[in-house]
């Protein structure tokens, strides 16, 4: 028996929609597009120019399920208030517009489902990311879990034993940032005052997170003396003061900053500074999580920042080693054996999306 499905993913930058089909041979994504998050008002005008452009292609197949994941919490009326985004995600408004069932669901939650559907050997839609030794891990059954630097910080968890999978939804991104050294510290009470409230990881392990170093190392509140001596950045380049390209990156909008700063990080001070830096907070938190949810099924790293940055991450071990930090040696084992991995897959939100229709349809 097959099933159509309306599927969305909607994140602070962009809202993907697609049409999934399932059948004996699976779930297949056969229509898709994209809309700018920022640029609507609510989720209803996006889904409906979606279906009347199909429409006017001449795809007229009913559709049975609709399931849209969300960059926020799920509340109790179904609806998703956008962590980074205006406005709120309704199932009634859909519900309304579909004229069939609508499910909504935390973003990481579709993750989690969407996970369990790759193979970590797969190359073209995973990379695993050495330890430190150059040893690899295969994930096993248990607790997978997923953590993703995108506009925001995003965490999800799946368990997974066999075919019996069952996702749950965290804003695990909004817990503590990690603090290591005088310039996190620095940075953490520079943005603590800025919110008014003690700094999470999200503004500072996210894009957002990267334009908020960027910002700091760029002003007067930054000193050379907060460095180690294990940043290998030329503190020469940062005592003169802002360069041209960090100037030039400090006039753009400041969502073009992350992408920017990314680009400059191996010829520029101030951009590998900043890269440097969110690298080791994204391994801490990552290790942080892990030792809260002991994750035999792997760490799987999401989000568009992992896999934009993925030589950055890999070299020399620039993720892994401050993956493995941890003042309790029976933590430092339980992180040297476990497999992170980067996931490549840019429609995986969509087919996690597809599977929780499937799921919820069945049952419902």
């Not at 997974?160 to 009470?189: Q, T, V, Y």
């Not at 799987?300 to 993956?323: C, D, P, V």
């Amino acid at each position: 028996m097959s099933k159509l499905f309306l599927v969305g993913d909607v994140g602070g930058t962009n809202t993907n929609l697609a049409l999934a089909k399932y059948d004996r041979s699976g779930i297949q994504l056969i229509r898709k597009a994209r809309f700018s998050t920022q640029q609507e008002k609510s989720m209803v005008n996006p889904v409906r120019r979606f279906l009347e452009a199909e429409h006017a292609r001449g795809f007229v197949q009913p559709i049975d399920f609709c399931c849209i994941s969300g960059a926020g919490p799920v509340l109790a009326d179904e609806s998703i208030p956008l962590t980074n985004a205006p406005w709120s995600i309704h199932a009634s408004e859909l519900s309304s517009l579909l004229s069939i069932p609508v499910k909504l669901i935390n973003d990481f939650t579709a993750l989690s489902y969407a996970v369990t559907l790759l193979d970590y050997r797969d190359a073209e839609a995973v990379t695993q990311l050495p330890h430190p030794d150059g040893s690899l891990y295969e994930p096993r059954d248990g607790i997978m879990l997923v953590i993703g630097a995108g506009t925001g910080l995003g965490v999800g968890f799946v368990d997974r034993n066999g075919d019996n999978i069952k996702a749950f939804p965290s804003e695990g991104g909004h817990s503590e940032m990690p603090c290591f050294d005088e310039l996190s510290h620095a940075i953490h009470r520079w943005l603590s005052e800025r919110y008014g409230y003690p700094a999470g990881a999200e503004i500072a392990i996210a894009g957002q997170g990267i334009a908020n170093i960027f910002e700091f190392i760029c002003s007067d509140e930054f000193s050379i003396r907060m460095l180690s001596s294990d940043y290998e950045v030329s503190c020469a380049a940062l005592e003169r003061g802002p360069s041209e390209t960090a100037q030039s990156i400090l006039t753009l909008p400041r969502l073009e900053w992350p992408a920017r700063i990314a680009l400059h990080a191996e010829d520029d001070a101030f951009c590998a500074l900043t890269m440097e830096l969110f690298v080791r907070l994204y391994a801490l938190k990552a290790a942080n999580l892990a030792s809260l949810f002991l994750p035999a099924g792997g760490i799987w790293l999401a989000g568009g920042i992992s896999s934009k940055n993925e030589a950055w991450l890999l070299k020399n071990a620039r993720f892994m080693s401050w993956f493995e930090r941890n003042y309790a040696p029976h933590i430092r084992q339980f992180l040297a054996h476990t497999p992170v991995l980067i996931v490549k897959n840019y429609d995986i939100s969509l087919r996690g999306a597809a599977v929780a229709a499937l799921q919820f349809s069945s049952h419902g």
